[in-house]
């Protein structure tokens, strides 16, 4: 990188940058020059151009066009063998402000752009060095949640030391939270990638192999129940202590989790907002570990050549995948007032449950877009009546910037409501006017920046006005929704202007 590039994006994601796109909100432009970009396509660079410049509303195509190649302009820390195909790949992506790399966070960052994987070598490269891997840091560990880079992109000798518990550099493993949607977005994403491309050569290595089969064990071991047969707490596979001022990183019963019956749905004592589970049932990230399995499923059914162990990897993942879709509709569907029969949010298996959603995916918003229902399903329905309203304690709304709302969590607090939540309602809905609503809602949010933010404040007091200024995966998320809308409803970009 040349030594004028920006040396922390963070702080040029705050600043305005020239040309102004014109238009009421006079959006900047906060892609850095092309000599400092961490990765570059020409063809989603074509792709950014063609689009943008149909959109009637320059302030939303000027969002567009920072926020869609953000993770390419800015995330891809290091990569091995990108530009040969003499080698296996690697790819460590970070997720923006925080320099590590989330299992979740990296393939969600990189999906946006799987339509353009076979047009573009080197993307498509980068995309089969994400699950390489990924599928080297699960092997090292399944629980842990975030990685640190390796010494190495030549080696795979990791230390696997938490940073709770740690001083010393060089440590691989960022957080050892254990959260279900880490190992699924795995799964996911190497069916995205053989779906897109055809390709499944990464099935026959053994890393790939090692780590599905450590998913698979994951998900039996934290099936288990809290007691046995006759009474006796079991031994357990995980447990996470810490010492931090916040009580949502930290678990009940020294750091075990709250106990729970054997129901055939998979614990899970961290949420994808890294905030700590109530009830370990929850229930967003077992229902996007049911369709993934299912999927890997899907692609072993194709790709296992009569393998023996591959073969059994296609039936465990789909008796799986079955077990937990049965279990969900037979403890996680309840009664609540006013909306009938809704999905909680959490159980436990007891009876307990949690009426609420968090803004992060997988959240129970998102369980279309996820493909565990129909977007029609009258259950999902209901409960994304409630999700989006008042009934759920994390949904917020304020005047501030014009009218700002969405779902939060406690992540934040109170009344930041994240523009996440606004963009999986635009992906979970076939409303015209509700799209159009949720499409201004996010222009608006960015506070002039130019770029979607993880929460902003709903209301004008002496609060942060938003926070983190680099943070990939929702600027990826917000051109995904973009990308579809111009397939599937261009007219509201391509003919409608927002403001004034």
Same mark, same amino acid.
């Given at each position: ?32 020059? %092309? +000599? ?109 949640? !975030? ?6 992109? /030549?080696?795979? %000798? ?25 190992? !699924? ?28 089969? /450590? ?29 931090? %001022? ?40 077992? /229902? ?14 194709? !790709? ?13 993942? +789909? ?7 049965? /279990? ?125 933010? %993880? ?43 927002? !403001?004034?």
């Amino acid at each position: 990188m040349p030594e004028d590039c920006p040396s922390n994006y963070a702080n040029y994601a705050q600043e305005f940058h020239e040309p102004g796109s014109g238009g009421p909100l006079n959006l900047p432009f906060q892609r850095p020059v %092309e +000599a400092c970009r961490r990765f570059t396509s020409n063809v989603i660079n074509s792709a950014i151009e063609s689009l943008s410049s149909k959109i009637a509303d320059v302030d939303l195509a000027r969002l567009f066009t920072n926020a869609y190649p953000n993770t390419l302009d800015t995330t891809i820390q290091s990569t091995s063998c990108i530009n040969s195909t003499e080698c296996s790949p690697l790819s460590f992506v970070i997720t923006g402000d925080i320099h590590a790399m989330w299992l979740r966070d990296s393939a969600n960052q990189l999906l946006p752009y799987i339509d353009y994987v076979n047009q573009d070598l080197s993307l498509k490269r980068l995309f089969l060095g994400l699950i390489y891997m990924q599928a080297s840091f699960i092997k090292m560990d399944p629980y842990a949640n !975030a990685f640190n880079e390796p010494r190495s992109m /030549a080696s795979t %000798e990791f230390v696997d030391i938490d940073r709770a518990y740690s001083e010393q550099g060089n440590i691989t493993v960022w957080e050892r939270k254990w959260e279900i949607d880490s190992l !699924a977005s795995f799964l996911g994403f190497s069916y995205q990638y053989w779906n897109a491309t055809g390709d499944s050569s990464f099935v026959q290595s053994t890393d790939w192999m090692d780590a599905v089969d /450590a998913v698979l064990q994951t998900i039996r071991d934290q099936q288990e129940p809290t007691f046995d047969d006759a009474g006796h707490p079991m031994d357990i596979h995980y447990r996470f202590e810490r010492n931090p %001022e916040h009580p949502n990183e930290v678990q009940f019963l020294y750091g075990m989790g709250n106990p729970v019956r054997r129901t055939g749905l998979v614990k899970c004592l961290f949420r994808p907002s890294d905030d700590a589970t109530v009830y370990p049932f929850f229930i967003p990230g077992n /229902a996007m570990m049911s369709v993934e399995l299912d999927r890997v499923s899907q692609l072993l059914h194709h !790709a296992a050549n009569n393998d023996p162990r591959l073969m059994r990897m296609k039936n465990d993942t +789909a008796n799986l995948s079955k077990e937990i879709r049965d /279990a969900i509709y037979k403890y996680a569907i309840v009664d609540f007032p006013g909306y009938d029969k809704v999905f909680a949010y959490e159980v436990d298996g007891y009876g307990s449950r949690l009426i609420m959603d968090d803004a992060n995916v997988p959240s129970l918003l998102s369980l279309s877009m996820l493909g565990f229902v129909d977007q029609n399903d009258p259950v999902y329905q209901n409960t994304r009546r409630l999700v989006l309203s008042h009934d759920n304690p994390y949904y917020f709304s304020g005047p501030r910037a014009g009218g700002l709302s969405g779902i939060g969590g406690p992540h934040v607090g109170l009344n930041y409501a994240w523009p996440m939540s606004q963009i999986v309602r635009i992906l979970s809905s076939s409303d015209d006017d509700e799209i159009v609503e949720a499409l201004d809602i996010i222009v608006r949010s960015t506070d002039g920046t130019g770029l979607v933010h %993880e929460s902003v404040n709903v209301f004008d007091n002496d609060g942060m006005k938003y926070t983190r200024p680099w943070f990939a995966w929702v600027n990826g998320l917000f051109g995904q929704a973009i990308l579809k809308l111009a397939k599937e409803r261009p007219h509201l970009l391509f003919e409608r202007r927002y !403001a004034d």
